[in-house]
Each structure stands twice: as C-alpha cells, then as structure tokens.
C-alpha cells in the first residue's frame, strides 16, 4: 500500500509545501523540504541523500518513514554496514516524531550485510524485492550505499542494480532513498555511475564559519519537477529535522504594484514627520529610519506601531530590547500598547540571542504576517540581521527579498538602522548597499547647537512621492515627539516644552 501523504498543518517550525495537491508526490513530512521540492517528492523515484558522517541522513530518512506510517503508509529501513539497530532506535527514541508504536508494524527494520557479503547484489536485490512484497512498503530506505558499491565487480553491474531499482520502485509503487557518505557531491567534476541514474540527489552539509558551524541541504538533482535552487538553512533538534528555505529563492507574490505617490498614507503618528511625508508612509512600502544612538529610532518605531488596529495589526520584531523594555519604554512618550499587545493588536518577536537562522527568523515573521494579517512591521536593528547573515554580503539580497514578499502581502515596513555619527562629522551607513534598497529614508541626527546637542529629523528619499526636505527639529517628551517649525527654532520650542533626553 503507497499513501501519499499530506502536508498537514505546518505548525510554528515548518513550512508549507508550495504545492500541495499534486496527486503524484510523497510528502516528506518536513514542511520546509517540501517547500524545497515544490510539494515533495515525486512518487515511485529513487533519491540519494548525501552527507559526511554526523549530517542528518538518517535522521531526515527516518523522519520521511514515520511521517509516511502516520499517514497509513508502510516503509521498509533496510541497513548496510551502518549502526546496530538497537543503537539506531536508542537514538531515534529522543527525536519527537518517533512513534515506536510502529516498529515492526508499519516500518520494519532488515540488516541485510551479511546476505550482500554471501550473495552480493544479486542477492540484496532479491531480499529487497521480497520485503517491499511482504510489507506492501511505499518507502524503501537503503543505508549504505557505500557498501553495496563495494560490492559491484564493475560499473556496469552497479548501474544494472540501479536499473533494476528503478523497475522495482515502478512495478511496487514504491519510493526509494539511498543513504551514502562515498564521494564529494559538491564537485562538479565528479561523475559517479549512481548519480547519472537516480532521479534527485541530496545533499547535507556542515560549514564553520569563524566559531560558529551552521547546517544546509543543497537539492542538487530532481528529476520531473522544479525545485528551490542552491543551499538551505536545516537544524538538528529534538523535533528533527528543521528546513528553512533560503527567503531569497522563494518565488514572491507579484500583485500589481502602486504608484508609490497614489497609494494610500500610513501615519507614523508624528504629525510633523507625517507632513513632511505628505500624509505619512505610502502603504506597503519599506522605510528604514537611520540615525546614531540616542537619536530616536526606536521611539520613532514605536509611534508607528502604536497606530496598528484591529483593521491593521502590527508586529515589532527586535534584536537588543525585549518586548517588556520596549513597553516601559513606550508608556512614556506614546500611546499605550499594553491593551493593543493583550488583545492581539501587537505582537513582538524577540532574537536576543547572539546566534541565529537569519532564514528562520524571516520565515516565523511571514507566517506571523499571514496568520495576524498583520499590516505595519517594525524591524528594529536591522544590524542584528548583519550578524546573522553567512556569509555577510548575503544581506542586501535577503532585505530585498524579505520587503519584497512583505510588500507582496501589503505590508508597510519600517526599520531602523544604526549610524556612527560626532557631532559635526559626516555619517555613513555600516552596511552602504541596504539604504538604495530601501524606498524611503529617514535621518535622524544629533547637532550641536548653543552649546548643547539637539535631535533633528529630515526626509532624505521618498520613492515616487514629492515630500518635505526642511530640516526640523524635534524633542522626546511626555507629549510624545514633538517637531518644531524648522530647525533652529528649539530655543523658543523649550520655553513652551521642557521635554526629556530619551533616546532610542
């Protein structure tokens, strides 16, 4: 018996698969793989999945049996040389998704090295045909490539036992993966015979970067359906395996796009920056707001996104402030977003941690967006991303493709973006190439002036929109920030507001 098995609910670790009514596919259970593929695996196909010792293979192949067995199906784990089963299991136990229900009822363990060491692959084929027969198996797995490679005389009689696989998998309706360490997938000049017949190669990687050692899985082969192209973030942990398409490869929405200047005004909630900017920030566009510390960005940020609505949720995402320092902060000087984060109005996603998925990250926020119909998005530091990015000049091409699926979905994003900045220097971006992505920019500054520093603000870019370039002073107080007339008009500002120092 085949089941092809659905994609289920993706829950907050996975993703959905990009298709997932194709009646030809097995779903592999890893929401974030079937992404990969375009809505899994093509049924009936074999596929090698490639990794040095230690990189998940038998992790991810075990996960595709028990999620096949939750769906009804059979799958049938056939080892060569590889780890005692008792050992293999004991591993397995730890990981969520074994059900140990299912051994020996719905996926069945076979040692097959000692039959390949009698009888070769003559042999090994003859038991394989048997045991898919008896177990009506969907799934067939193959740990060990590598020895019964050892064991074929010539290449050709390798290439034979691929071929008669491959009649096996059609005559059975079933699906077959073959486990192997042998060889480098990742150079081009290798041609090995296996690679030439099987219907899609996997391969799984380890990369250190300085201190840190990240994983990825590169579909380098797949035969009869598109796939994401190139390498993708994959985690180990206590749930399994954890695929995180890379945000740049995912095919974005294409909804016909407004003219900038035509599309209805969000407002910041700053009514001078909303004057200057014509009524506020052009619906689904981005903005990053740059300024040195202290100068205002996140209290900037914050008023943005205590205009969120039920109509028109929000979303803060931080990298240095927790959700309860940003909402002490913001009951100073903005509009209360305790009752809006109680209600579900808000919502913050909090990455104080030093290391990260940067794919991850984006991902949980455009599910977030889809399931909240979220409409403002705060990213506030998008230096955190910098940290996060490996390799580093990968960042430019992630915020375009992160603002571009936000924009897709009618999102208004503002970010901030810290600036080096002493008083009467120049100021420069620390990453030049994301301002011209971004469509609009704000400056915040400090400027010395009588003998003390003041915040000033200017509209340095709004994307196809005319808008107010004066450069306008302005004060954090407990009547929120306030712009005065023009810049060099604090003076008489101070006499009717004392104001504070708060930053941000």
Same mark, same amino acid.
């Given at each position: ?5 659905g ?14 009514t194709?009646p030809?596919?097995?779903y592999?259970?890893i929401?974030?793989l ?9 049924r009936n196909?074999?596929y090698i999945?490639?990794?040095a010792?230690?990189?998940g293979?038998t ?7 028990y999620?096949?067995?939750?769906a009804?199906g ?9 780890e005692? @089963? ?6 397995? !136990?730890?990981?969520a998704?074994?059900?140990?229900? $299912?051994?020996a &009822?719905? /996926? *069945? ?9 009698r ?13 898919i ?19 074929a ?5 390798l290439?034979?036992?691929i ?9 059975a ?5 073959l486990?192997t360490?042998a ?10 015979p296996? @690679?030439?017949m099987?219907d899609?190669?996997i !391969?799984?990687?380890e990369?250190?970067?300085?201190? $840190?050692?990240? &994983?990825? /899985? *590169?579909?380098?082969?797949?035969r009869?359906?598109?796939?994401l ?11 399994g395996?954890?695929?995180?398409p ?6 974005a ?20 920056l909303d004057?200057?900017l ?5 619906a689904?566009?981005?903005?990053v ?10 209290s900037?940020?914050?008023n943005?996104?205590?205009?969120s609505?039920p ?17 002490a ?23 104080g941690?030093?290391e ?7 991902f949980?926020?455009?599910a977030?967006v889809?399931?909240r ?7 506030d ?19 375009l ?13 503002l ?14 971006a620390?990453?030049d190439?994301?301002?011209?992505i ?5 400056l915040l ?5 009588a003998?003390r ?7 340095m ?36 507001s004392p104001?504070?120092?708060t930053g941000?």
């Amino acid at each position: 018996m085949t089941v092809t098995s659905g994609p289920g609910e993706p829950g907050p670790l996975t993703s959905a698969p990009l298709a997932s009514t194709l009646p030809d596919r097995l779903y592999s259970g890893i929401g974030g793989l079937d992404t990969l593929l375009c809505g899994g695996f093509v049924r009936n196909g074999i596929y090698i999945i490639h990794g040095a010792p230690g990189a998940g293979k038998t992790i991810l192949s075990n996960q595709i049996c028990y999620a096949h067995a939750a769906a009804g199906g059979h799958a049938l784990y056939v080892t060569l040389l590889s780890e005692q @089963h008792d050992r293999l299991l004991a591993n397995l !136990a730890q990981l969520a998704f074994c059900d140990q229900s $299912r051994i020996a &009822r719905e /996926i *069945h363990y076979v040692s097959a090295f000692q039959l390949l060491e009698r009888d070769g692959l003559a042999g090994l084929l003859t038991l394989l045909r048997r045991e898919i027969m008896a177990h009506a198996a969907g799934i067939l797995v193959l740990d060990g490539l590598v020895a019964a490679e050892a064991y074929a005389t010539t290449e050709l009689e390798l290439k034979k036992f691929i071929h008669e696989l491959q009649m096996l998998a059609s005559a059975a309706d079933c699906t077959m993966f073959l486990l192997t360490s042998a060889g480098h997938m990742d150079e081009a000049s290798e041609q090995r015979p296996e @690679h030439t017949m099987v219907d899609g190669m996997i !391969a799984l990687r380890e990369t250190t970067y300085g201190w $840190r050692m990240e &994983r990825d /899985i *590169h579909v380098r082969k797949f035969r009869g359906s598109d796939h994401l192209p190139g390498r993708h973030a994959m985690q180990i942990t206590s749930a399994g395996i954890m695929v995180w398409p890379r945000t740049e490869a995912l095919p974005a929405a294409s909804p016909a796009e407004n003219t900038q200047g035509d599309a209805p005004r969000l407002a910041t909630g700053i009514a001078g920056l909303d004057q200057m900017l014509g009524g506020g920030l052009p619906a689904g566009s981005s903005t990053v707001v740059l300024g040195p510390t202290g100068a205002g960005k996140t209290s900037l940020a914050l008023n943005f996104l205590a205009r969120s609505t039920p109509a028109e949720p929000g979303l803060m995402v931080s990298f240095y402030e927790s959700p309860d320092h940003l909402l002490a902060r913001a009951s100073g000087f903005a509009p209360d977003l305790g009752p809006h984060v109680a209600d579900g109005v808000i919502g913050f996603a909090w990455h104080g941690q030093a290391e990260g998925l940067i794919d991850r990250i984006a991902f949980e926020l455009l599910a977030d967006v889809r399931r909240r119909g979220v409409r403002r998005v705060v990213i506030d530091g998008l230096l955190g991303f910098e940290g996060l990015a490996l390799p580093a000049e990968r960042l430019p091409r992630f915020f375009l493709a992160l603002t571009g699926q936000l924009r897709a979905m009618g999102v208004t994003t503002l970010c901030t973006l810290e600036i080096q900045q002493v008083p009467g220097t120049t100021h420069r971006a620390p990453v030049d190439s994301l301002t011209p992505i971004a469509e609009n920019l704000i400056l915040l500054r400090h400027v010395e002036r009588a003998g003390r520093l003041e915040r000033n603000v200017s509209v340095m870019k709004l994307r196809g929109s005319a808008f107010d370039s004066t450069l306008r002073a302005f004060e954090i107080g407990p009547g929120g920030i306030v712009l005065v007339t023009a810049f060099g008009a604090m003076d008489n500002f101070r006499q009717r507001s004392p104001g504070d120092t708060t930053g941000g």
